[in-house]
C-alpha cells in the first residue's frame, strides 16, 4: 500500500442548506421533547459552525432518522405533526385534532384554525416551536387553554364552563411569538 492509500480520503464539505435542514431537524427532536432547550441551543451552535457531514451527522447521531424511525418506535402517524421552513403552514376548517400535536415553523408563519376541529380528548396538548416565526392557535368558544413555555401568550375571552376540554399549549419561541386566541388576528 502506497503512503497516498493509506491517506483518508477528504471530508464531504457541508453546503448551508445542509446545515439548515439539520435545524429543522434539531428543533423538531425539540418539539418532540427528545432534547432540552440547552442542548437544542449548543445543537444549533455546532450545526451552523459545521464544515462536512460528519460534523453534522454527529449532532443527530443519537435521534431518530425520519418518519420510519417514528413509526417503529410508536409514535405519532402522519396527521399529528406539520412543518413549514421558510414559509408558511395552515389547519382549518373541519379535522380531527389528535390528543398529541406538534407544528414546527422555522422563519415563517403558522395557523392552526381549531374552531371547527374534533377534539381527541379531554385533554389536548400542542407541541409548538416557533424559530423567527408566528403561529397563531384559534381555539374555539368554551375551551380552556393553559399556556406554558416560552414566548407562548393566551388571550381568550370569556370563562369555560366547569368541566370544558383543555388545551395545552407549550412551545418555544425564538424570536417569534405563539399566541391563543378566540379570534383571529388580521394585520
Known amino acids: 500500500m502506497s503512503v497516498e492509500q493509506d491517506r483518508a480520503a477528504p471530508a464531504v464539505r457541508a453546503s ?16 418532540e421533547g427528545r432534547l432540552s432547550e440547552a442542548e437544542l441551543d449548543e445543537r444549533i451552535d455546532l450545526a451552523l459552525a459545521a464544515r462536512t457531514y460528519d460534523d453534522l451527522g454527529a449532532l443527530a447521531a443519537d435521534l431518530p432518522a425520519g418518519r420510519a424511525a417514528h413509526e417503529e418506535a410508536g409514535r405519532a402517524p402522519a396527521g399529528r405533526f406539520q412543518v413549514a421552513y421558510k414559509g408558511s403552514v395552515a389547519r382549518a376548517g373541519r379535522w380531527r385534532l389528535p390528543e398529541r400535536f406538534a407544528t414546527v415553523v ?5 395557523l392552526l384554525d381549531l374552531r371547527e376541529a374534533d377534539l381527541d380528548g379531554e385533554v389536548t396538548t400542542l407541541w409548538v416551536l416557533a424559530y423567527k416565526s408566528t403561529v ?3 381555539v ?7 399556556a406554558d413555555g ?19 399549549v407549550k412551545g418555544y419561541a425564538y424570536k417569534g411569538e405563539i399566541e391563543a386566541k ?3 388576528s388580521r394585520a
Open 136 to 138: 397563531q392557535i384559534v
Open 140 to 146: 374555539p368558544p368554551g375551551v380552556r387553554v393553559e
Open 106 to 110: 422555522y422563519k415563517g408563519t403558522g
Open 150 to 168: 416560552v414566548g407562548v401568550s393566551a388571550e381568550v375571552h370569556g370563562a369555560p364552563r366547569a368541566g370544558a376540554p383543555v388545551l395545552r
Open 182 to 184: 378566540d379570534r383571529i
Open 16 to 31: 448551508d442548506r445542509d446545515r439548515e435542514e439539520m435545524l429543522v431537524r434539531l428543533h423538531t427532536a425539540f418539539a
